[in-house]
């Protein structure tokens, strides 16, 4: 991949004063431009995908879809955009749903202001850029995965299985799901059987825990 002049970028995150102090620490640099902003997961998508757009800067928990749902279909449909993610938590299980979901890179919103642009530039360059917690972590993991001789568990929810509990998690009423989602209140209610059925799951406050711990909502 070529290395454009000005990175264009898109902000994503649901917080409009996180956008503009992002935006601010990305245009002062002359490589970086903020080429548009969306406050949920599925603008996000919508705004990659219909521009020109070279890096997608996602928050990790965000309304409609989450910047890790995002991610995952941005990078499926466009592989040649790159994708940072961005979060408030310092949380491992976070950190590797983002390398599942394509992400090349890791940046806490608490060292925005000293490391966004270097991980933006990291990037682009097709090189992961990790928290120093992260890098630990990615060690650990090896290791103990070594150890083991196991390799990590897939997602065992299709990806319209995984925007049900997203919607459960939040509170959202059959109704509403079905009407999110442009499919019928009966086929959300087969989506939420098939859900508990693979996870083992016998209630919405264990489905709404498993979904705060797979980043989907926040706590």
Same mark, same amino acid.
């Given at each position: 991949?070529?290395?454009?002049?000005?990175?264009?970028?898109?902000?994503?995150?649901?917080?409009?004063?996180?956008?503009?102090?992002?935006?601010?620490?990305?245009?002062?640099?002359?490589?970086?431009?903020?080429?548009?902003?969306?406050?949920?997961?599925?603008?996000?998508?919508? +705004?990659?995908? *219909?521009?020109?757009? %070279?890096? /997608?800067?996602? $928050?990790?928990?965000?309304? =409609?879809? @989450?910047?890790?749902?995002?991610?995952?279909?941005?990078?499926?449909?466009?592989?040649?955009?790159?994708?940072?993610?961005?979060?408030?938590?310092?949380?491992?299980?976070?950190?590797?749903?983002?390398?599942?979901?394509?992400?090349?890179?890791?940046?806490?919103?608490?060292?925005?202001?000293?490391?966004?642009?270097?991980?933006?530039?990291?990037?682009?360059?097709?090189?992961?850029?990790?928290?120093?917690?992260?890098?630990?972590?990615?060690?650990?993991?090896? +290791?103990?995965? *070594?150890?083991?001789? %196991?390799? /990590?568990?897939? $997602?065992?929810?299709?990806? =319209?299985? @995984?925007?049900?509990?997203?919607?459960?998690?939040?509170?959202?009423?059959?109704?509403?799901?079905?009407?999110?989602?442009?499919?019928?209140?009966?086929?959300?209610?087969?989506?939420?059987?098939?859900?508990?059925?693979?996870?083992?799951?016998?209630?919405?406050?264990?489905?709404?825990?498993?979904?705060?711990?797979?980043?989907?909502?926040?706590?």
């Amino acid at each position: 991949m070529t290395l454009p002049l000005v990175t264009r970028v898109v902000l994503a995150d649901d917080h409009a004063m996180v956008r503009a102090g992002l935006a601010r620490i990305l245009d002062a640099e002359a490589d970086l431009r903020v080429v548009g902003e969306a406050e949920d997961g599925r603008a996000a998508v919508e +705004l990659v995908l *219909a521009g020109e757009v %070279d890096l /997608a800067i996602l $928050d990790v928990t965000m309304p =409609r879809m @989450t910047g890790l749902q995002a991610a995952r279909e941005i990078t499926t449909r466009s592989p040649e955009i790159r994708v940072l993610m961005l979060s408030m938590h310092d949380n491992e299980q976070y950190f590797f749903q983002a390398l599942r979901a394509g992400a090349s890179g890791y940046v806490l919103k608490t060292a925005a202001e000293r490391d966004l642009v270097a991980a933006c530039r990291a990037t682009m360059r097709g090189e992961p850029f990790l928290f120093p917690g992260a890098v630990k972590a990615v060690v650990r993991d090896y +290791l103990e995965r *070594a150890a083991d001789g %196991d390799e /990590a568990d897939a $997602d065992p929810l299709s990806s =319209r299985e @995984t925007e049900v509990v997203k919607l459960i998690g939040e509170g959202h009423s059959t109704r509403e799901i079905a009407e999110a989602l442009v499919i019928s209140e009966k086929t959300v209610d087969r989506h939420r059987s098939r859900i508990f059925e693979k996870l083992e799951l016998h209630d919405r406050v264990a489905l709404t825990r498993w979904a705060i711990r797979r980043g989907l909502v926040e706590p």
